[in-house]
């Protein structure tokens, strides 16, 4: 058996073991090493096992993802997320429609401080959905709003999900962040945009709510001052170059931690809260990089992703059909996986195909992410959709009904941010320019 | 009794991967402080900070894999009959604890070779050997943990 062909066998058999519910990174790890043995030979293979583990845990570059997971966390335990949803509620709130837009747009200013989007998701379920059913919401549209405004998470910087894909592809994390930004805001505007068509379409799905004084609303916007502060020094340092995502991090953990205090919103028991979380989340993480790296040696010697991206550049097709095909198998991994697993999966196979292709490496990162980010609210394992369900006690089928038209949104904007580049490759032209 | 030793084991892990997290938090902080406003940069920063994140990532995997937190997608496995589950699952985990034994065991003949060659880091010129103990340990008790979840398998944490 030629190493290629030992490739494709050795993806078939990583499906069958992923299946039969192996956890992630060992069954990618456990592949990487036996087909690694099968090819250069045993001695080497275990060779692999002595030092990848090793360096792979023990890089300073790495250190950026607990950090960021750790200021989240605070953020988190601080209560910042349920400020901001009350904050953007007297804003918004006596709009048709403005309690779930609000839901939206505190999601995508959480996302700012904050590296993942799970947690979100279930804060603000428990927030704002009492809020909509007060004002008499249609559950399917209170449930959709949560669950799609909690994916916006992962494109808004900081993202641990870009800061991934920005190691294992060797581009820059401060370039990726900041392509992330403007696709980030965007998909906010598509959620609110399609919050109000449906409105406006059937009023009766969310009368409006009430209308706040303009002392009220200057009051609660004083208290999240904060996340402005923390978004700007965090992602205005790595923008101007003065700290590196890795500094910005440790200021940024430290920064929320110190604010928190100031606000005597941290306690001991909220601290350790805080620190288990992360470190369950850096775990969880890491045990699948890991196995990620052994694979990626294993797939450099099978030469099947050289192989798959002279097939693919040989092939008599337009470019942006493979695109859409590679689109298509992420998508579909989506529906039954985590993001960051599919990321560290399908990247290191996909990635020579799309520079082969002579798409831009930045821009792939953002297309592959959202689409990623997709999968969390589509069936049949949309994450975010069983969190918002548990959380709110609604019926699967509401809350699945509810995220369709967003869904639709998440379609029609990754069809833009494929057609229009620059809506990601803009600021980050800025910064190097 | 196994059962408790290894809780202790990892609730002992889990503090020190949470001490060393503060700690990263509070050097990078520290660093660049000094060097931006006094600069003055601490002096290793970076292979501390290297050090630190072989001392507290093994032990995070640990503590995940505690709390039932590693990814595994069992949308298919659920449609199979109980017995088959139990099979299968039997089978990946035997797998994942040999991997996992190889993994430690290949890492404690590392340990002994950075020994050997004196291995250190560059500016401080801190010992590699004694960093490289915590994948095998972190490594070896994170198969023990998943031993452990064959005897009592308790619901899935979501």
């Known amino acids: ?94 709009l048709r429609g403005g309690l779930a837009m609000a839901t939206v747009l505190a999601c995508a200013c959480f996302a700012a401080i904050s590296g993942s989007s799970l947690a979100t998701a279930a804060t603000l379920g428990r927030v704002a959905m009492p809020e909509m059913r007060k004002y008499k919401y249609h559950p399917s549209l209170a449930t959709g709003a949560i669950a799609a405004g909690g994916s916006i998470g992962i494109l808004i910087p900081p993202s641990v999900i870009l800061i991934i894909y920005g190691i294992i592809t060797e581009q820059s994390i401060g370039e990726l962040f900041l392509a992330g930004f403007i696709p980030g805001i965007l998909e906010a505007a598509f959620y609110i945009a399609t919050i109000g068509i449906l409105v406006r379409r059937n009023p009766a799905l969310a009368p409006p709510g009430p209308r706040a004084t303009g002392k009220e609303k200057l009051l609660s916007l004083g208290k999240v001052w904060e996340v402005v502060v923390l978004f700007l020094v965090v992602i205005g340092g790595i923008y101007t170059g003065i700290f590196t995502p890795t500094e910005a991090a440790g200021i940024g953990a430290f ?26 989340t850096t775990g969880m993480l890491f045990l699948i990089v890991m196995g990620a790296m052994l694979l990626g040696y294993f797939f450099s010697v099978s030469r099947l992703p050289f192989e798959l991206a002279t097939l ?76 918002i369900q548990g959380i709110t006690g609604e019926r699967m089928g509401t809350v699945f009904r509810g995220v369709i038209p967003f869904i639709i949104a998440d379609i029609c904007e990754i069809i833009l941010l494929i057609l229009i580049p620059q809506l990601s490759l803009f600021l980050p032209g800025l910064m190097m320019g | 009794m196994p059962t408790k030793i290894i809780r202790s084991i990892t609730r002992v892990l889990l503090a020190i991967a949470a001490t060393v997290l503060t700690a990263m938090m509070l050097l990078t ?90 291995l250190t880091s560059s500016v401080l010129l801190i010992p590699a050997f004694p960093f490289i103990a915590p994948v095998a340990i972190g490594i070896g008790v994170y198969g023990l943990v998943i031993l452990l979840h064959i005897f009592n398998p308790t619901p899935e944490k979501g």
């Not at chain 1, 069954?27 to 060779?47: C, R």
């Not at chain 1, 920064?255 to 369950?280: D, P």
Request: proline letters at 5%.
């Open chain 2, 29 to 118: 902080a520290v660093d660049v402080v000094m060097r931006y406003i006094v600069n003055r940069p601490i002096s290793g920063a970076f292979e501390l900070t290297e050090y630190m994140m072989a001392l507290f990532v093994p032990f995070s995997i640990v503590y995940c894999a505690e709390q039932k937190g590693h990814v595994s997608v069992e949308l298919l496995i659920k449609r199979f009959p109980e017995f088959v589950q139990r099979g299968v699952g039997l089978l990946t985990s035997l797998l994942t604890m040999l991997f996992a034994a190889l993994i430690a065991w290949q890492n404690l003949l590392y340990i002994g070779e950075t020994y050997a060659d004196k």
């Open chain 1, 312 to 387: 693919a550049s040989g092939l008599p097709v337009n470019r942006y059909v493979i695109l859409v095909l590679i689109l298509l198998v992420v998508l579909l991994l989506g529906c039954i996986m985590d993001s960051m697993a599919i990321v560290l999966l399908t990247i290191p196979v996909f990635y020579p195909v799309i520079l082969k292709l002579g798409f831009d490496p930045i821009w792939f990162g953002i297309i592959v992410v959202r689409v990623t980010e997709m999968g969390l609210i589509t069936p049949p394992v949309g994450l975010n959709v069983y969190i």
């Open chain 1, 255 to 280: 920064g929320t931690l110190c604010f928190a205090l100031i606000r005597r919103k941290m306690t001991w028991e909220k601290f350790k809260v805080s620190l288990s979380g992360t470190i369950n």
């Open chain 1, 1 to 94: 058996m030629d190493p290629t062909t030992a490739g494709y066998l050795a993806i078939i058999v990583l499906i069958a073991l992923i299946f039969s519910r192996m956890q992630i990174g060992i069954a990618m790890g456990l592949v990487g090493f036996v087909g690694f043995a099968y090819i250069v030979g045993v001695d080497p293979a275990l060779g692999l096992l002595k030092t990848v583990p090793y360096t792979t845990f023990a890089s300073k570059d790495m250190s950026v993802i607990p950090l960021f997971i750790l200021m989240g966390s605070f953020a988190f335990s601080a209560g910042m997320s349920e400020d901001l949803y009350r904050a953007v509620h007297k804003l918004l709130g006596h």
